[in-house]
């Protein structure tokens, strides 16, 4: 076991009144679960600001506050791609997508898609989709909580940090349990208020060392980190061959298209009573993720400056430890103490709310929906969604000890690239193309899917490269590490293909212009 940083017994003691408050609030909260509505969309109670704040404690993962961090730390300018990527991105969910679903679905992600198609078959693609990409997106959570705990507990050994990331899971598996979605909700948003003014505060603490002079710290960042001056420019981890820069606008394409596919996100629309306040949401959302991107750059910058890109690679969470040094640096224990448990209560609100997203896909579309042709009593729904929920933590407890290592923010992107491929086709074909029909939602989906699978699999982030999950084997023949600039265009394609090639599966055109109706005025919804 390796000296940790700060003091273990202050850093676990702030993450523990974290936990102890969020619990009691989701107790209190979650007795009110008393039907599908309440559990899974918190019976549509709260109102924009309160659901723009809680989107923002969604969308802001580990790979946020930990991975971007790190890779301006590392990488410099390129590091700072991911900010821009997933902010950017919430333009098209504001534009395209955010009033429209919320309109014409109730629950879930399968609700739009299959409200004018065959339900069994595009319900049991939607869940297969959701199911997928919320253990992408999962994966990178629960890797970052075993970074966190080597460089602040000293548990350098993978035991010892698989004893941590079970306990996270299993804290999360009682906030699905207990709190439902109005649960989840709270804890939400009291971790995104602590993350963006934690955030905020270490920008102004790191700008006061330099007498907020930016010019001063990026010099001293770039005197401070191998690249040196080349940390500043464009093209350091990107642009040095002709493979990394189409690697670059591959990661670019998956960040901007791939959050308004997020079933996560899209689910979080179903929390408030109305479009209007679901396009309030996102105003919100993107106002709070703006002061909290703009400040990752400093962060990041100054963990160059201040901690050094040697050190932060040689720390047990490698990269994803830039930003606990450099609070530890800035503010001593006790700031480290509650950065530390930012980081952890990101982690532990994330993956609570893709939990409850990927359990209520399944309890929703594919138990209620296809096992029992949706004749199923609500209790019993609900009943299904918690023990699915159990089983899915379990499946992200085992995924994260695997994928513990890993730089959080590149695990997110291959989420987003999941997302971008096998959902956005399908939810703008079905909201803006009359003639969209299942065939061409299954042949979207699947095909979206399927192909980012296999190439992620045949890329450097499995097999061929010093970061791979797989060490010592080499079986790579894809030679980008984000798939998204090829399986993006393929489940377009493909969705269009799959309509105009099976013209005896035609769309029910009463079904397309009340669909049409509905999703642009909120009529029925």
Not at 28 to 39: A, H
Not at 422 to 431: E, G, I, Q
Not at 455 to 479: E, K, Q, R, Y
Request: contains cysteine; glycine residues 12%.
């Amino acid at each position: 076991m390796a000296s940790p940083v700060g003091s273990p017994a202050l850093n676990t003691t702030i993450f523990a009144a974290f936990v102890v408050i969020t619990l009691y609030v989701v107790y209190r909260v979650g007795n009110r679960n008393s039907s599908t509505s309440d559990y899974y969309a918190a019976g549509g109670t709260f109102t924009g600001p309160q659901n723009g704040i809680a989107i923002t404690g969604d969308y802001l993962s580990a790979a946020s506050f930990l991975g971007i961090a790190g890779a301006i730390a590392v990488h410099g300018y390129d590091g700072f791609l991911y900010s821009i990527g997933f902010l950017v991105a919430w333009l098209v969910a504001l534009l395209l997508v955010a009033e429209l679903v919320r309109n014409t679905g109730r629950f879930t992600m399968g609700d739009v898609l299959a409200y004018r198609m065959r339900q069994r078959p595009v319900r049991a693609a939607a869940a297969t989709s959701t199911l997928v990409i919320s253990f992408f997106y999962m994966l990178a959570q629960m890797a970052g909580a075993g970074g966190v705990v080597a460089l602040l507990l000293g548990v350098h050994g993978k035991g010892g940090q698989a004893v941590v990331i079970t306990v996270v899971g299993l804290v999360m598996i009682f906030y699905v349990l207990v709190g439902g979605m109005r649960g989840t909700t709270w804890v939400q948003i009291i971790k995104a208020s602590i993350l963006v003014t934690c955030a905020v505060l270490m920008t102004v603490f790191l700008l006061g060392k330099f007498g907020f002079d930016i010019s001063a710290l990026l010099d001293e960042a770039a005197g401070n980190n191998a690249n040196g001056d080349r940390l500043l420019d464009p093209g350091g981890q990107y642009g040095r061959t002709p493979i990394s820069k189409l690697d670059f606008i591959s990661l670019s394409l998956a960040l901007i298209l791939g959050a308004a596919g997020l079933p996560h996100v899209l689910m979080r629309f179903y929390t408030v009573p109305n479009a209007t306040e679901a396009r309030r949401s996102v105003v919100w959302a993107v106002a709070a993720m703006s002061i909290f991107y703009a400040a990752t750059l400093v962060i990041g910058y100054g963990s160059a400056a201040l901690v050094g890109s040697e050190t932060i690679l040689a720390s047990g969470g490698r990269e994803n430890s830039a930003a606990p040094l450099l609070a530890y640096q800035i503010g001593g224990p006790l700031l480290l103490g509650i950065v530390a448990a930012v980081a952890f209560a990101t982690i532990l609100a994330v993956v609570a709310g893709l939990t409850i997203t990927a359990s209520a896909s399944f309890a929703h579309d594919v138990y209620a929906s296809i096992f029992r042709r949706g004749r199923t009593d609500p209790a019993d729904e609900v009943r299904v969604a918690r023990r699915t929920a159990v089983i899915i933590g379990g499946l992200a407890i085992a995924g994260g000890i695997l994928a513990n290592g890993q730089n959080v923010a590149f695990l997110v992107a291959l989420a987003f690239a999941f997302a971008a491929s096998a959902n956005l086709s399908t939810l703008l074909y079905s909201l803006f193309w009359k003639r969209f029909s299942t065939s061409g939602t299954l042949w979207g989906m699947y095909g979206g899917l399927g192909s980012c699978l296999v190439l992620v699999l045949l890329s450097p982030v499995v097999s061929g490269a010093p970061t791979s999950i797989v060490h010592n084997v080499d079986f790579h023949l894809f030679p980008l590490s984000n798939p998204g600039i090829v399986s993006i265009p393929v489940s377009f394609l493909c969705g269009y293909l799959g309509t105009v090639l099976n013209r005896r599966d035609r769309a029910d055109p009463a079904r397309a212009a009340e669909m049409e109706v509905r999703s642009l005025t909120g009529i029925g919804a």
